[in-house]
């Protein structure tokens, strides 16, 4: 069955820090990714995803993602967080046919302090 | 252009009660998605909608859902009647035909009493 692991459950940061959020999958064919993120009292809002092309794709506020097709891997990166960067972050894949449900993992939340 | 918009924001309502939720997509868009996250763990795929039909609904749990989309536009997900395991937060999304980018509103976090 098709399933998106995400490491880390709650990660505690200090401002300034390098963010590193792991993420794998678990699905035989080809795939789009994403990642997602949900701040306080806010919906989800699509931070980056990959469909194809250059596995390093950049995405809002600073964040990038390196899709890593050998290990299943697009783990997700910012090289130094900000206190608004607290927020809830998903993964989540679809196959690469288009209108197809997301697959999402359980989400970490991060936790920035000034 | 407007974003995906859900109604009510909050329900509490007893077990046994019916509850309806509503999602209105973005315009134009033909797919209509719904999912849950239950507390704790993570969001679920429940059902997809290609303009009034329903394309997947594999993740439906049971039959006390039911998922309309009348016309094609807006949908409603009827819990009918609700139990406790039913709390959670509903989230519906949208996207365009072909498109792969599901965009989504600010879900209905439902408690059952």
């Known amino acids: 069955a098709q399933s998106v692991s995400q490491h880390n459950h709650h990660v505690i940061l200090s401002e300034a820090a390098s963010l590193e959020l792991g993420c794998n999958y678990s699905?035989?064919?080809?795939?789009?990714l994403f990642w997602y993120v949900q701040y306080p009292g806010q919906h989800l809002q699509l931070l980056l995803k990959?469909?194809?092309?250059?596995?390093l794709v950049k995405g809002i506020k600073g964040f990038e993602a390196e899709f890593i097709k050998s290990k299943f891997s697009f783990n997700l990166r910012k090289p130094s967080v900000q206190w608004s960067d607290t927020a809830e972050y998903f993964c989540?894949?679809?196959?690469?046919?288009?209108?197809?449900?997301?697959?999402f993992g359980k989400g970490t939340t991060l936790s920035v302090s000034s | 252009e407007a974003g995906v918009t859900q109604f009510p924001s909050h329900s509490v309502i007893e077990k046994g009660q019916t509850v309806t939720l509503r999602c209105d997509p973005i315009?134009?868009?033909?797919?209509l998605y719904w999912y849950r996250r239950v507390m704790g763990k993570e969001i679920k795929f429940l059902l997809h909608?290609?303009?009034?039909?329903?394309?997947?609904e594999s993740g439906m749990p049971n039959n006390r859902f039911l998922a309309e989309r009348t016309g094609g536009t807006y949908s409603t997900l009827k819990v009918q009647p609700a139990e406790l395991e039913d709390s959670g937060v509903y989230f519906c999304?949208?996207?365009?035909?072909?498109?792969?980018?599901?965009?989504f509103g600010p879900g209905t976090r439902l408690t059952v009493l």
């Open positions: 909608f290609v303009k009034e039909s329903k394309q997947d």
């Open positions: 699905y035989g064919g080809t795939v789009n």
């Open positions: 990959y469909f194809s092309g250059d596995p």
């Open positions: 999304a949208s996207s365009r035909t072909g498109g792969n980018e599901q965009f």
């Open positions: 989540a894949v679809n196959p690469r046919q288009a209108g197809t449900a997301l697959i």
């Open positions: 315009s134009g868009h033909d797919n």
